[in-house]
């Protein structure tokens, strides 16, 4: 099992930066490949970014592409979702996702890969 809190979310003005953290216990943190979902009202929950388990390969959704930056560190079994130059349409809960990969370089974008979610925090971004 492991355990996800997301933190970090909040209102914010078109233009903004906020940074999402999301804290990870249970299982070996760095066997897991990492990724962010959001989930606008009456929207499925979209893929935003994902990393694999060192971190050292990213992937991103084509509109956030330039302006988030997803990272980890696995010495604190964390990760961090960057996010600048914040639209209205960014607007949604962010959720983080694990993925059992080991230590392969695989990554993950689909959202039934992920096993295990956070409970997810509200970004809001005002015009």
């Known amino acids: 099992q492991v355990h996800l809190v997301e933190s970090g979310g909040g209102l914010v003005q078109a233009g903004g930066s906020l940074r999402l953290s999301c804290a990870a216990s249970?299982?070996?943190?760095?066997?897991?490949?990492m990724g962010w979902f959001r989930q606008a009202p009456d929207k499925d929950r979209d893929f935003v970014a994902a990393t694999t388990w060192s971190g050292l390969n990213t992937y991103y959704e084509d509109s956030v592409k330039g302006r988030f930056t997803i990272s980890r560190d696995n010495a604190k079994n964390m990760v961090y979702l960057e996010m600048n130059s914040l639209k209205p349409e960014d607007t949604a809960v962010y959720y983080c996702?694990?993925?059992?990969?080991?230590?392969?370089?695989?990554?993950?974008?689909?959202?039934?890969?992920?096993?295990?979610w956070g409970q997810g925090t509200q970004v809001t971004v005002s015009s």
């Open positions: 996702a694990a993925a059992y990969s080991g230590k392969t370089n695989n990554i993950y974008t689909n959202r039934g890969s992920y096993d295990y």
């Open positions: 249970g299982r070996t943190f760095s066997n897991y490949a």
